[in-house]
């Protein structure tokens, strides 16, 4: 049974940081190419970041020099580092294994930058 499950969201003020992780389960998680997407209040889901299997990462120019996407093949786990939160960045946190035509969606994580 395919698994991913996200933590780590929560509240945090403008400037502050979080760690979002995705932990994946019933699949070779070090063939897929993971990504995380959003979806903010009243707007469509959004590409954030991707990390194929082998080669180099993508961003999405708004989060250029803030976040920072890493997999550790060991533990089947995808992660996103973010920094210098702002409000805008405030939304629904997805994470996608994909590999060919085969996809996997975790169900998200909120977070919320707010003073």
């Known amino acids: 049974q395919v698994q991913l499950v996200e933590s780590g969201g929560g509240l945090v003020q403008p400037g502050g940081s979080l760690r979002l992780s995705c932990a994946a389960s019933?699949?070779?998680?070090?063939?897929?190419?993971m990504s995380w997407y959003r979806q903010g209040p009243g707007k469509e889901r959004e590409l954030v970041a991707v990390?194929?299997?082998?080669?180099?990462?993508n961003y999405a120019d708004s989060v250029k020099g803030r976040f920072t996407i890493s997999r550790d093949n060991a533990k089947n786990t995808v992660y996103l580092q973010m920094n210098s939160l702002k409000p805008e960045d405030t939304a629904v946190y997805y994470c996608?294994?994909?590999?060919?035509?085969?996809?996997?969606w975790g169900q998200g994580t909120q977070v919320t930058v707010s003073s």
């Open positions: 019933g699949f070779t998680f070090s063939s897929y190419a």
């Open positions: 990390i194929p299997s082998t080669g180099s990462t």
């Open positions: 996608k294994a994909r590999r060919l035509w085969t996809e996997h």
